[in-house]
């Protein structure tokens, strides 16, 4: 059984100024936690779509540098109404 660490994420979206949610997945995109206002299954469809945007932007990364600057950081997406980061 994995633990529920939706507490860890309540303290950074409160300290995130316009932040409204987080969630936490794991490395094959397993729910892990979120902060409340989120339902139980939009928690497990982000998770699902962040590990297939994970998984895209490490495959490309090579695209973007040389050798020894191939490694994935982070990838951002941008709507008229918000943004995720995706770290």
């Not at 299954?41 to 998770?47: E, M, N, Q």
């Not at 297939?52 to 950081?73: C, E, K, P, V, Y």
Request: proline fraction near 2%; charged fraction near 20%; glycine fraction near 8%.
């Amino acid at each position: 059984m994995t633990a529920d660490l939706s507490w860890m994420l309540e303290d950074i979206v409160s300290n995130v100024p316009r932040a409204r949610h987080a969630v936490l997945l794991s490395a094959d995109g397993l729910p892990r936690g979120a902060t409340e206002g989120l339902a139980e299954k939009d928690v497990r469809t982000i998770s699902a779509a962040m590990a297939g945007m994970q998984s895209l932007s490490r495959a490309t990364a090579h695209f973007a540098g040389t050798a020894g600057d191939r490694q994935w950081s982070q990838t951002i997406i941008e709507f008229s109404h918000g943004w995720i980061f995706l770290i």
